[in-house]
């Protein structure tokens, strides 16, 4: 199938590190581009970082210096590196992204099914 697949999420103390990681499964032939967004109950999901197209990355306000975006071309994965996590980082963390699909050697757009983050001491 053409999906993508969070993990890395988990609970963690404020000021502590982690790493989510959205991998593409085996129909998709690589990634273009990516954005992690976040989501917590009564909320909009709001985009946190983007890899777009040309390699740039961009980042909400609050998470700049602290959040960084990656990519690992062989192992077609996209990482959140997070930093000095907040109780306000405490969320659903989804990654979408544009793909090429081998089944049709075209672009789609995927979401994946998201991993919690917790931040509390």
């Known amino acids: 199938q053409v999906q993508v697949a969070e993990s890395g999420g988990g609970l963690v103390q404020p000021g502590g590190s982690l790493r989510l990681s959205c991998a593409a499964s085996r129909s998709i032939f690589s990634i273009n581009t990516a954005t992690w967004y976040r989501q917590t109950p009564g909320n909009e999901r709001t985009w946190v970082a983007a890899l777009v197209s040309g390699g740039a990355t961009n980042y909400r306000e609050s998470v700049k210096g602290r959040f960084t975006i990656s990519r690992d071309n062989a192992k077609n994965t996209v990482y959140l590196q997070m930093n000095s996590l907040k109780p306000e980082d405490t969320a659903v963390y989804y990654c979408?992204?544009?793909?090429?699909?081998?089944?049709?050697?075209?672009?789609?757009?995927?979401w994946g099914q998201g991993t919690l983050v917790t931040v509390s001491s």
């Open positions: 979408n992204a544009v793909v090429i699909a081998t089944s049709i050697w075209g672009y789609l757009r995927v």
